[in-house]
């Protein structure tokens, strides 16, 4: 009996470290290849939130710009995955450690361990996605978007889509500004089309942990609201609002629209109904602010990235000429200020 | 002589329902029809809302109840869940077959369920770790197995049932759902007569109150332990299935979210019985439901995380003050050496 126990204790922790050898082994051995301490290299290093670089969604995002200052600026980059809140500080710590020169956050749930870094570091630049800079840090740049601009164009577009007038939105967490941004938005927009329209939407009950990992939730949340007559589903919320799309593909004559990035590409079981994405075109926003800082130029403070609606893809032709008009003239007016989102 | 004595007090409180208890279904019953007559397709979406968010835990709540009736606790059903959902959606990536992922998922749990019962019984381990280390294994092996970019061909969708589906609010609500759904309501009623009405229920429940007494009377006491363990992780697998096959059509990292404890909780809500676990697990749907609805209506001035909150503590006052003592198996978490 004792021989078995021995024998399975033994495998199992040979099987966890053979495990923690493929997992963990990304940043350590960088180091050896590359001195980030030196003047002709430049490193960048990535910490995502909780989840993973190819998230389908802003991790991934985030790391895809990591990947262009790569590719055409010729940094060395990296990136950690956060597996538990309590890392955040750890995981930046540890690029720090290795002397790097940008290190790019992602996530609103990193703010204070970003903040807290760049004070501890003052010679290394940090880039915070989706992080709103109270105090000006002239290492810290805060990448941030105008989530209610194109939460107000996805709105305009369900009223225009509609035929029962009434649409619904999924939300991840109302804990998370930019969620709330995007929410506020939607309705906004919705109303703009149609003041009287019938608007249902709903933020996930759990904590942070959870609120954008539960597919399950948001699917089922989504058929509610179908079954009461929603037939335009807005899914903001990673994981739970993919979830949302995915629901509502099965449902004939239904739309769903995503968010953050265009999920044509990402969620494809929603090909059905997915006729467009809120995004913020957050690629671009980090590609640029990492090259700002490597002219030594990076501005501190908040930096306001783009954002948009993505391709209708293969509802281009469904998607009447005028509503397009209509699309086109909102954001015209959107950018100009002449209208207001009410967030 | 002790196994006669255990069917007839079950029997008794089996069928010993409290004038408290009447009062409130028959209340129970006229809200839920006045809440129908109200506004229909609001609650028509509120109740089959109810039963989907149900069917995860009242599954997973059988698995517990199967092996800690005979003895096991199994802490471990949030990481067969997790698994079978898992390998479900790997068979259906790759074999585009419903049928086998569903076949595949309930044999993952099975097997899982095989394991814990090797540990908890030859190799004695204490189960609580058995069934922690099941979970953690669950989420790294998912985790790391994960390949993102995988896309399903689709999954189970509902079934309406003929004319029945055409009842006004039965109809929508319990005849026009996927077959996991379907067969999960069949399966509470079915494991329900098994363990009370029949000869395997009885040696369950033996070898779980009593398992010397069972062994006097020829009852193998282990044997019965690792069929049940392996049989009651089947409950688990479907749980799993349901979850990428039929709820969601495709897979996340960590995706079950907590439902395997929330089974347990379901399982004590219902004292360790199919029935009374399945209205625990409707109990838990309902609030989600509602929940849900409360936002939808926008009524903001109550937060909607005090609404969340609201099953667990229903959970505490029905536990304490209505359903009274919920009280385990005897020899639950207990290694029996016949020596």
Redesign the interface.
Known sequence: ?KK??LL?TTL?IVL?ML?AA??GGGAEEAAEEADCSSDDVFCVGLVTDVG?V???SFNQSAWEGVQQAGTELGAKVEYIETGDAKDYGANIDLFAGQNYDVIVTVGFALTEATAAAAAKYPDIDFIGVDQFQGEVMDNLAGLLFPEDKAGFQAGALAAMLTESDTI?AVLGTDLVPPVVAFKEGYEGGAKYINPDINL????H??GMD?AF?????????A???I???ADVVFGAGG?TG??AL??TA?VDGAFCIGVDSDQWETV??AHSCLVSSAMKLITPGVFELVSLSKDGSLPGGNFFGQTGLAPFHDFEDQIPQEVKDKLAEIEAGLNDGSIETGY | MAASTVTKSKKRSYFNVSKLGVVFSVLLIIVIVAYYFIRPQQATAVYASTLRQSTPLILGALCGLIGERSGIINIGIEGQMLMAAFIAFLVNVYMGNLFVAVVAGVAIGAFIGLFLAWMSITLKMDQIIGGTIINILALGLTSFFYIAGLTTQGKLQPIPLGPLANIPLIGPVLFNNAPITYLTIILVFVMQFMLFRTVWGLRTRAVGEHPSAADTVGIRVNVTRYLNTTFAGCFAGLAGAYLTLEAVGSFERGMTNGRGFIALAVMIFGKWTPLGAWGGALLFGAASALQTQFQFLGLDFIPHQFIGMFPYVLTIVVLAGFVGRSRPPAAEGKVYDPE
Do not use: H, R, Y
């Open positions: 009996m078995s126990v399975f199992f966890a495990l493929c997992g993973e190819d998230d389908k619904a249902i939407s709903t933020f009950p759990g959870v990992t539960d597919p399950e939730w948001g699917a089922t949340t058929k509610q609201a079954d009461q007559g994981k993919n979830g995915i629901e099965g494809p079981e």
